[in-house]
C-alpha cells in the first residue's frame, strides 16, 4: 500500500497472494485491506497514539440511518460522557476531496451531532469544528487532542 501522510504505525497483516487483510484493533478482527481501509486503519492510530483517544472511545463503521436511509460512518470518537467529539470520514487517497465529501459528513452530522468533523483521504486532512449556533463548520489547521476536547 502507497505511504500516507501520517505517521509510521505497526500493523498486523495476514493473507496470501490474492486477498490481504490488516487487523482492526477497534473491531479486534481481520478486515480486508481496500485503499479506504488503510487510511481508515491509520485515522485510528493517529486518534490513539497522537491524538490519545482511548481505544476504548473509538467506534468503526457503524450503521446511522439519515433520513429514513441506512448510511455507515468510518470512525467516531467519544468523550468519556458519551458524546460524540469527532466523526471521521475517510476515502481511498485516489479518491479527491470535493464539496460532495463535505455534504456527505455533514449529513451524518445532522444525526450525530459532533464537535468536530476530519476528513481524509490519507494524503490530505481536513479539520472542521461545528458551530451550531451559526450553522456552520470553522476550519481548523488540526484536531485538538482528547484531553482537550
Known sequence: MQPLNFPEYEFRFKGNENDAYIFDIVRKKFVMLTPEEWVRQHVVNYLIYQKKYPLSLINVEKQL????????YDIVGYSSNGKINVVVECKAPSVKITQETFDQIARYNMVL?????????????????????????IFKEKLPNYYKI
Not at 114 to 125: E, I, K, P, S
Open 65 to 72: 440511518v439519515v433520513k429514513n436511509l441506512r448510511k455507515r
Open 113 to 137: 451531532q459532533a464537535n468536530f468533523l476530519m476528513v481524509t483521504n490519507g494524503l490530505q486532512h481536513f479539520f472542521c469544528k461545528m458551530d451550531y449556533k451559526n450553522k456552520k463548520y
